[in-house]
């Protein structure tokens, strides 16, 4: 997916006091809709990042989407775009998207499957979805690489978990360890993430890493997560030193979520349209190398646009006149007075 919002985005992370432990605290992160370009223009909701919150783990990007009649919305069709320093995350629900990119990785990108493409120093790829899907949901993530990582050949890897079965639900482990399964994805920072099936009328208690800080993302029915209500497309935080979250279903139907996760990302990043840096010119760099079609983000073979007179090439939106600044995420614990609506 290619980012068409371009606030210039900075993190910067300052020390905390010492959190204390149990009944963890939950801070709602409400998403904002954003269009994503493409023949009609399908929307999205994004919850992160935004000035509220901006990583969760190396998480940097939570855009939620769907269920969607294609025949209205166009469905998805994003043509070749570059990526520097992230890892890209595809989870559908419903669906299916065809990627392509330039390290020569072509895959069809099915419910029930993570596909990871790790860009490191620079890919390009596209995303459509297929001839054949009527209805598109999913969510599509973003990981930063840490320094001495992000430098990195291009990767790409699919995984499809076998579903873990658990009292009141099951889970689909795609990256990290949860529940006793592990996946082979790789992880350049401690990470989890996972799906997450709660039955009508259940409560789980999950086992998490208390090193790390949690998102739930709610994709269907209705949820509390530590007692606190979590609406549809709504990403609720809970912060380090959590050992067990507490999701009680309180509707008539399973719910379904996401649940992201990680150790605190230590690094100051530059977060400019779809690349990651550490700095202005960094990102200022790649910008102007994309724009000059060098090699460092390849050709993308194979991509076919749903509109025969679309752009075959992304170009970049102009950088903002003002240097780009940092914009500070605030530490890891759940502020739950930041809570809207
Ligand atoms: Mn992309």
Same mark, same amino acid.
């Given at each position: 997916?290619?980012?068409?919002?371009?606030?210039?985005?900075?993190?910067?992370?300052?020390?905390?006091?010492?959190?204390?432990?149990?009944?963890?605290?939950?801070?709602?992160?409400?998403?904002?809709?954003?269009?994503?370009?493409?023949?009609?223009?399908?929307?999205?909701?994004?919850?992160?990042?935004?000035?509220?919150?901006?990583?969760?783990?190396?998480?940097?990007?939570?855009?939620?989407?769907?269920?969607?009649?294609?025949?209205?919305?166009?469905?998805?069709?994003?043509?070749?775009?570059?990526?520097?320093?992230?890892?890209?995350? !595809?989870?559908?629900?419903?669906?299916?998207?065809?990627?392509?990119?330039?390290?020569?990785?072509?895959?069809?990108?099915?419910?029930?499957?993570?596909?990871?493409?790790?860009?490191?120093?620079?890919?390009?790829?596209?995303?459509?979805?297929?001839?054949?899907?009527?209805?598109?949901?999913?969510?599509?993530?973003?990981?930063?690489?840490?320094?001495?990582?992000?430098?990195?050949?291009?990767?790409?890897?699919?995984?499809?978990?076998?579903?873990?079965?658990?009292?009141?639900?099951?889970?689909?482990?795609?990256?990290? !360890?949860?529940?006793?399964?592990?996946?082979?994805?790789?992880?350049?920072?401690?990470?989890?993430?996972?799906?997450?099936?709660?039955?009508?009328?259940?409560?789980?208690?999950?086992?998490?890493?208390?090193?790390?800080?949690?998102?739930?993302?709610?994709?269907?029915?209705?949820?509390?997560?530590?007692?606190?209500?979590?609406?549809?497309?709504?990403?609720?935080?809970?912060?380090?030193?959590?050992?067990?979250?507490?999701?009680?279903?309180?509707?008539?139907?399973?719910?379904?979520?996401?649940?992201?996760?990680?150790?605190?990302?230590?690094?100051?990043?530059?977060?400019?349209?779809?690349?990651?840096?550490?700095?202005?010119?960094?990102?200022?760099?790649?910008?102007?190398?994309?724009?000059?079609?060098?090699?460092?983000?390849?050709?993308?073979?194979?991509?076919?646009?749903?509109?025969?007179?679309?752009?075959?090439?992304?170009?970049?939106?102009?950088?903002?006149?003002?240097?780009?600044?940092?914009?500070?995420?605030?530490?890891?614990?759940?502020?739950?007075?930041?809570?809207?609506?």
């Amino acid at each position: 997916m290619s980012d068409l919002s371009v606030d210039p985005i900075e993190h910067e992370l300052t020390p905390q006091p010492p959190h204390s432990t149990g009944g963890a605290k939950v801070e709602i992160i409400t998403s904002r809709d954003v269009p994503l370009g493409g023949l009609r223009s399908m929307r999205v909701k994004r919850t992160i990042p935004q000035r509220q919150r901006s990583l969760i783990g190396a998480w940097c990007f939570v855009d939620h989407y769907g269920p969607d009649d294609v025949a209205e919305t166009g469905g998805m069709d994003v043509a070749p775009h570059p990526h520097t320093g992230l890892q890209t995350v !595809s989870w559908l629900f419903q669906g299916r998207i065809m990627h392509h990119d330039s390290a020569d990785h072509h895959a069809v990108v099915r419910p029930g499957e993570a596909n990871f493409m790790t860009a490191g120093k620079g890919i390009s790829h596209s995303e459509t979805s297929t001839q054949d899907t009527k209805v598109l949901h999913g969510v599509q993530l973003w990981v930063a690489l840490p320094e001495e990582d992000r430098h990195m050949l291009p990767r790409f890897e699919n995984y499809a978990p076998e579903p873990v079965k658990f009292d009141g639900g099951e889970a689909l482990v795609f990256i990290g !360890s949860l529940l006793g399964e592990s996946s082979p994805i790789s992880m350049f920072t401690p990470l989890v993430g996972a799906q997450i099936i709660v039955d009508a009328g259940a409560e789980v208690a999950l086992d998490v890493d208390p090193t790390f800080e949690h998102g739930v993302l709610l994709d269907t029915g209705t949820i509390e997560l530590e007692g606190v209500a979590v609406s549809r497309s709504q990403l609720a935080y809970t912060g380090v030193g959590e050992e067990t979250l507490t999701i009680k279903n309180t509707g008539e139907d399973a719910a379904r979520m996401l649940l992201i996760g990680g150790e605190p990302f230590k690094e100051s990043i530059v977060m400019w349209w779809n690349f990651i840096g550490r700095s202005h010119e960094e990102v200022a760099k790649a910008r102007e190398e994309w724009q000059a079609r060098s090699e460092r983000f390849g050709y993308v073979e194979g991509y076919i646009g749903h509109d025969p007179k679309g752009m075959d090439w992304i170009p970049a939106p102009n950088m903002p006149n003002v240097r780009i600044t940092a914009r500070k995420n605030p530490g890891p614990i759940a502020r739950p007075d930041m809570r809207i609506g």
